[in-house]
């Protein structure tokens, strides 16, 4: 297993960028894909980005593709979410996941999340 650390989430205005990083432990990480979730107040989680162990191959929510971009370095064991453009829509609790499987909706390990917030 890993274990997840979220950061780099804070107060922004419409139209900035941010950008996450998710921390993991142990020496497993590239075995793993990584995803973004998030959750708004009072809505449930909803997935944001998802990419494999190598990097090579990421996919998006329709509602943030073109403005999103997740990435990742195992020699750093950290997976990056790069956030343009944002919106007030965007804020939300940001959760970073890890599973072996690729693409999946079953997910082994979670961070704690970050908190984004876009001001309007």
């Known amino acids: 297993q890993v274990q997840l650390d979220e950061s780099g989430g804070g107060l922004v205005q419409a139209g900035g960028s941010l950008r996450l990083s998710c921390a993991a432990s142990g020496r497993t990480f590239s075995s793993y894909a990584m995803y973004w979730f998030r959750q708004a107040p009072g809505k449930e989680r909803e997935f944001v980005a998802g990419i494999s162990w190598s990097g090579g191959s990421t996919y998006y929510a329709d509602s943030v593709k073109g403005r999103f971009t997740i990435s990742r370095d195992n020699a750093k064991n950290t997976v990056y979410l790069q956030m343009n453009s944002l919106k007030p829509e965007d804020t939300a609790v940001y959760y970073c996941?890890?599973?072996?499987?690729?693409?999946?909706?079953?997910?082994?390990?979670w961070g704690q999340g970050t908190q984004v917030t876009v001001s309007s």
């Open positions: 996941a890890a599973a072996r499987v690729y693409p999946t909706k079953e997910y082994e390990n």
